[in-house]
Every structure is written in structure tokens, then in C-alpha cells.
């Protein structure tokens, strides 16, 4: 009878353990996609939300649009302590943290009669969910798991947006439609809540271990540098990274909390309107995995440039849309527009991890995301207060496109980011 060798049971296992490894892997990453979906849908329905809560109260655009501009205000606020929490604590009191919130807030918002009671719920609590739930975990928890292949799995994750846009949006305004805006904000809110149980009951303890193997795979010769906060910040690449994603953020959600109001003065119909906004989720995703494949075939600095060219093919094709409102142009800016919404994210995610690895990754990522979450809130502001001043959208667009090119700038004139 044959029996295996000392050295054929020692590879046999290895191979077993690696193979354990990669299906754990696979696991996070499909949990961290959820998560996404759900917290990115949930935050950005509200560009569905914001017609009716203006019509039920009155209120003008920038009054409606500071909420939503609040809840990224905070997202990137409070990516700094996330990121904090996540080194401390672990990724189960992270998660389950935001799952709270984002069921508490809705369950608030859907009683809410003045306009602060809005901001605190869909505004803060909503913010701070968001943040608890995305991408400054997920980018902190797939990186002990998928080391060098981080961007991929990034690319992943950040399709989720257009996971949870594809998802949310239309269903929003079917529910809106057929329940009332009240009821809906009340099922998202005892959704949230009831997806805390499963949550806590996951392995936590095996999936914040991370993988034996990234450590080896990722850089023999890596030696942790000693980055803190403070020395992360007196490094040129830190604000050059706060830059792009404060710049970035800007231009795009000037336009994206107003998309559906844009299509519906435009003249489309409102379901159709966000429906053909929600479809930019289907794009997202191939955008996302897209430029991510090119950093790996063309470099860093060509894909992100070559993202930015055709976000700005997007805006020029919106403009044209409040002309002459035709589903072949707005096809085409749901495809430019939508599949770049975030695609830059997983290549500049895995840039800042790359240059300010360590122990203290999670704040400096976390603190680098504050700009993000800046660009957001300020976007979706001041889009709705040029809207407002002007009546139109002509002033607000070419604000943001020129939002988009200061966000390019940094990669066309950093070295850290020219490489």
C-alpha cells in the first residue's frame, strides 16, 4: 500500500491551505461588494428622493441638495476615524456600526417635517454609515487578503456603486411611486436593521486575519518605513492624493445630485430618467474593471488620464441633452459619464497604500479620503446653489468640467504620481 512521503503531505497541505486562502479571499470580497452595494445605493438614492421632498415641503434645490451634500461631507470626515477604529477594533464593530446607522437614519428620516431633522438623519447618520461600510474598510480589510492584487479587487468593490445605483435607483422610484417617499425611507431603514444579525454572526475573526500568503507575495524586501499621520502629511503625495480626489469629487457630484432632476426638466419621464441614471451602474462596472485591466497593460498615469478624457466627453454630451433630448445622447452620456463615476478610485486606493504602507495605513488612507468626501459635499452644494442663482445648468456644468480637469492635474505634474 503507498503512502505518501513526509515532503508529499507537506505540499499536499500547503496546497490545501492555499486553496482555503483563495475561497476566504473570494468570501471577503463578495462581502465587502455587498456592503458597497448597500451603502452606496442606500446614500445615493436620495438623488431619486430629492424632487419629492421638495415638492412635499417646498423647499428650493440648494435647500434639498445640503442634505445630500452633508452626507458626504461627513462620509469624509469621518474616514480619518474608521480607519482608526478598523486598526483598534477590527472590521466587526466597523461594519456592524454602519449598518446601524444607516437603518436608524432612515427610520428617523421617515418621520422627519423640518429640514434639520433631515440633515441629521440622511446628512450625518447617513455620512457616517456610509463611511463605516466603505471603501476606507474594505480597501484596509482586501488588502490583507489580496496584497499586490488589490486594484482588481478595488475595481471590484467600486463597481459596487453602480451595483447599488442599478439597484436602488429605479426600485426607489417605483416604491416612491406606488408607497409614498415616507414608506420607502421606513423598508430601507428595517432592511438596514435586519442584515446586522447575519453580519455579526460571520467569522470575523478569520476574515481580519488575512491571508498567509500576501505578506510573501507582496514585497520580500518590504520594510515598514515608520508612516504616521504627521510624517504622511508632510509628504508631497498625500496632498497631491487629497487633491485629485477633493477636485474629482467635485466636478462629478455637482452634476450626480441633480442627474434625475436634469433628465426630468430635460423632458424625460421621471422613471425613465432613473432608470437610464440607475443603467450607469451596468457601466460602472465594466468601467471600473476596465481602466483597472489598463493600469496593468498601459501604466498608472495613462489610465487615469485616459478616465478623465472621456468624464469629460460625459459632461459635454449632458450639455447637449438640455437641447435636444434624445436617447441616442443620453446613452452616450450615461455610458462616458457613468462608467467613469469613480472608476480612478481603485487605482488611486491602491497607489496610497502602496506609497504609505505600514501600521498606520488605515488613518492616512482614512485622512487622504477626508478630501474626497470634501469634493462631495462642496460639489453637490454648490451645484445646487448655481442652479438656484442661474435657473439653468449651463453655469453648473462648466463648473464642474473644470473641476474635473484641476482633478487630472496632479497626475500630469507629480512625480510620485507620474510613475
Known amino acids: 500500500m503507498d503512502q505518501n512521503t513526509p515532503r508529499e503531505t507537506s505540499r499536499d497541505n500547503g496546497a ?3 486553496q482555503g486562502a483563495v475561497r476566504t479571499a473570494l468570501v471577503v470580497l463578495a462581502l465587502c461588494f455587498t456592503l458597497a452595494v448597500l451603502g452606496r445605493g442606500l446614500s445615493e438614492s436620495f438623488t431619486v428622493f430629492l424632487k419629492p421632498i421638495s415638492e412635499n415641503f417646498g423647499w428650493d434645490r440648494a435647500q434639498v ?8 461631507l461627513i462620509s469624509g470626515l469621518t474616514a480619518p476615524l474608521v480607519g482608526r477604529l478598523f486598526d483598534h477594533s477590527g472590521p466587526r464593530i466597523v461594519y456592524a456600526l454602519g449598518l446601524f446607522l444607516l437603518g436608524s437614519a432612515f427610520l428617523i428620516a421617515a418621520h422627519a417635517q423640518s429640514l434639520w431633522q433631515f440633515q441629521l438623519s440622511i446628512g450625518l447618520c447617513v455620512g457616517v454609515g456610509v463611511a463605516f461600510i466603505g471603501n476606507v474598510p474594505n480597501s484596509i480589510l482586501l488588502g490583507r487578503w489580496f496584497g499586490p492584487k488589490l486594484p482588481t479587487a478595488m475595481a471590484v468593490v467600486y463597481s459596487a456603486m453602480g451595483g447599488g445605483v442599478l439597484a436602488l435607483l ?3 422610484q417605483l416604491l416612491i411611486d406606488h408607497l409614498g417617499w415616507r414608506e420607502t425611507y421606513q423598508l430601507f431603514g428595517f432592511a438596514s436593521l435586519g442584515l446586522l444579525v447575519p453580519l455579526l454572526l460571520l467569522p470575523w475573526r478569520l476574515f481580519a486575519s488575512g491571508s498567509p500568503h500576501v505578506a510573501k507575495k507582496t514585497d520580500p524586501d518590504f520594510v515598514d518605513h515608520g508612516w504616521t499621520l504627521v510624517s504622511a502629511m508632510r509628504h508631497h503625495a498625500f496632498w497631491a492624493l487629497f487633491s485629485t480626489f477633493f477636485f474629482t469629487a467635485v466636478g462629478m457630484y455637482a452634476i450626480a445630485a441633480q442627474i ?4 426630468i426638466d430635460a423632458g424625460f419621464p421621471p422613471l425613465q430618467a432613473a432608470t437610464a441614471w440607475g443603467f450607469s451602474g451596468v457601466v460602472l462596472v465594466f468601467g471600473m474593471l476596465g481602466v483597472s485591466a489598463l493600469d496593468g497593460l498601459i501604466g498608472r498615469r495613462p489610465s487615469v488620464l485616459l478616465s478623465y478624457a472621456i468624464s469629460i466627453i460625459g459632461i459635454f454630451l449632458l450639455w447637449l441633452l438640455q437641447y435636444y433630448p434624445d436617447v441616442i445622447l443620453l446613452t452616450g452620456f450615461v455610458v462616458c459619464f457613468g462608467s467613469m463615476m469613480g472608476s480612478r478610485g481603485p487605482l488611486i486606493t491602491a497607489t496610497a497604500m502602496k506609497i ?12 487622504i479620503s477626508i478630501g474626497s468626501g470634501l469634493g462631495s459635499a462642496f460639489g453637490s452644494w454648490s451645484g445646487g446653489l ?7 445648468y449651463n453655469a453648473l456644468l462648466a463648473f ?3 473641476s474635473v480637469v484641476l482633478g487630472m492635474i496632479p497626475f500630469l505634474i507629480v512625480p510620485a504620481l507620474r510613475r
Not at 356 to 367: A, E
Open 356 to 367: 504609505f504602507r505600514g501600521k498606520r495605513v488605515g488613518t492616512i488612507f482614512g485622512t
Open 386 to 392: 448655481i442652479h438656484d442663482a442661474t435657473h439653468g
Open 400 to 402: 464642474a468640467l473644470a
Open 16 to 18: 490545501a491551505m492555499q
Open 170 to 172: 429605479p426600485a426607489s
Open 65 to 72: 441638495v445640503s442634505i445630500y451634500s452633508l452626507t458626504w
Open 260 to 263: 434625475v432632476a436634469y433628465l
